[in-house]
Nanobody
Framework: QVQLVESGGGLVQPGGSLKLSCAASGILFSSYAMGWYRQAPGNQRELVAAITSGGRTNYADAVKGRFTISRDNVKNTAYLQMNSLKPEDTAVYYC???????????????WGQGTQVTVSS
């Protein structure tokens, strides 16, 4: 029912920036919390940043101060601005939606294709 399309990934040097987009459909977007998750090879999928329907945000310690999550309820789109990128940020980045923030990625039954972020060393 929910459709999520991630975009904006790419190859960037350490210290660089990228902005990811997540276009959502099939839900009442303004009533849903949005989250960005990432999965590196050999790692579990983990929550990176989340934003509630009311605009409250939270971040994983590893990205705090460098990443900013935002949303545009007119465009039904969530964003992840990533600054000061590090090689350890390399992963496939996914977004997802729920009535409330979900920290455990395995709670979701479906995901979009994700977008690859590669930070070269």
């Amino acid at each position: 029912q929910v459709q999520l399309v991630e975009s904006g990934g790419g190859l960037v040097q350490p210290g660089g920036s990228l902005k990811l987009s997540c276009a959502a459909s099939g839900i009442l977007f303004s009533s849903y919390a949005m989250g960005w998750y990432r999965q590196a090879p050999g790692n579990q999928r983990e929550l990176v940043a989340a934003i509630t329907s009311g605009g409250r945000t939270n971040y994983a310690d590893a990205v705090k101060g460098r990443f900013t999550i935002s949303r545009d309820n007119v465009k039904n789109t969530a964003y992840l601005q990533m600054n000061s990128l590090k090689p350890e940020d390399t992963a496939v980045y996914y977004c997802n939606a729920a009535p409330k923030i979900i920290t455990r990625a395995t709670s979701f039954d479906s995901w979009g294709q994700g977008t690859q972020v590669t930070v070269s060393s």
